[in-house]
């Protein structure tokens, strides 16, 4: 979610939102008087210390972080090098907002459980990832007060895009190259920023870390479930009239965290964000707040968005949106991304403007299938979740769209996406193009043709990796008819032309002075 983040709440004692009902940004001084001093632990404290509570990571994944701090510590050992520690606060989620919460309001938490983590490793390096200028440049300046943070630590901008939160997107931007998931799998702790040894977690983990460095685990144990003890954070937004990043004990009833937010829930919830799972609206609100509870009732925790809908939307045509996003928002590195993908959507949207029937529903369903477990990342696995998950959750939505061509309700954008007007689209003069398909054999992943030779379009920006094959279209177009222009429609007035492509949306990260 674009910064600034939106308000903060809690149910039951603050502990990762402690001062933030009295500051809007917590300063090292009142970081100082509110939470204390950490005290420094050797490597097998600190590792003792998260695996007595069973500390998992908050970005998404839940690996338990204890197993990354010994990896990481024994990578070091073996190779002698000094380890690096990554905060990776890029949620390219668009629904997401509590990491950027966190670093915007109560940065000095984050670096505490970043240093505490720094120092018990014997690391000498500290890098905070983020997307957006503004963050970037609050967290930069946040680090320069304090003299351990100034000596030890870069902030990294990288671009705003879905996969650049992923881990290995993140370490590829520090170390210059673009901002996409590595092909192959790598591990981090073997081999991260620069070849060293890297912790990298995101920035509510090391916030967690800081809390039960200061609490120790019995406090820290006070709150949540035995087993899965502390709060956690949500972003809770969709159709929620206050949305907000709410601080939650573990297990807690969904139903309780969305009437604060003053959400009603007429189709479905959304939880874990897009590549997560939906929730039937008869179910949601006694789901508990755990990974347990969530996985038990069909949904994943993920990296902790909810995201409800209420009844004056279309839930198919909302999941459509996102699921044309996600397609785009790939690296385009294997074929369920650049050719499965784009189908998934083009199939899901034809559901949704009633255009498919029954033919585009099993389509979606098969190439929605035909995608998990063959990604060279996890986009495509997540994207099928999301998107099987939606026609399982909506049966009589689903049905009013297939047989009677639709729900009758608009497409309010309830759910959250980034915006529009500075992505690139590949359009067309209608005036102009005269059927010769060209286009559609150079981005098959684009544009299909109908059964008179003229362009379908899929209501999708350019992804960066189709910039080059829509150039070539663009230039070799016979009737001069299409164009790429930022943002709009896929269609342009009498008269358009053709235009060149602006340049890439992906590249390696910027870097700011700490």
Known sequence: MSFPAPEVMRIGQARLTAGLDRFASISLREHEEIFGSLRRMATAQLVDLVESVDLRGRGGAAFPFGHKLRAVAASAAARGGKPVVVVNGSEGEPGSAKDAMLLSRSP???????LLACQALGGREIVVGVAGGALAGLVATALRAEPNLRRLTRVVQVPERFVSGEGGALVNAVNGHAALPPGRKRRASDSGVGGRPTLLSNAETFAQLAVLGLLGPEGYASAGTPDEPGTLLLTVGGSAARPAVVEVPAGTALGTVLDICEARVAEGVLVGGYHGAWLPAEIAYDVPVSRAGMEAAGGTLGAG????????????GEVARVARYLAAESSGQCGPCKLGLPGVARALTAVADGSGGVGALEAARRSAGAVRGRGACHHPDGTARFVLSALDAFPADLAAHVFRGGCGRPVRDVLPMPAD???????????RCAGH?????????LVRLDRN???AFLDMPVPFWLERDAQQA???CPALALRVQRGGPAV?????GARGLPGPAAGPARWLPG
């Open 492 to 496: 342009l007035p009498p008269g358009g």
């Open 421 to 431: 007007e500075v992505q690139a689209r590949l359009v067309v003069d209608w005036t």
């Open 437 to 445: 398909g060209l286009c559609g054999r150079l981005v098959p992943e």
């Open 474 to 476: 663009v230039a070799m």
């Open 453 to 455: 030779g003229y362009p």
């Open 305 to 316: 968005v909810v995201l409800p809908l209420d009844g004056t939307t279309c839930p198919l």
């Open 108 to 114: 000095y938490l984050v670096m505490a459980g970043a």
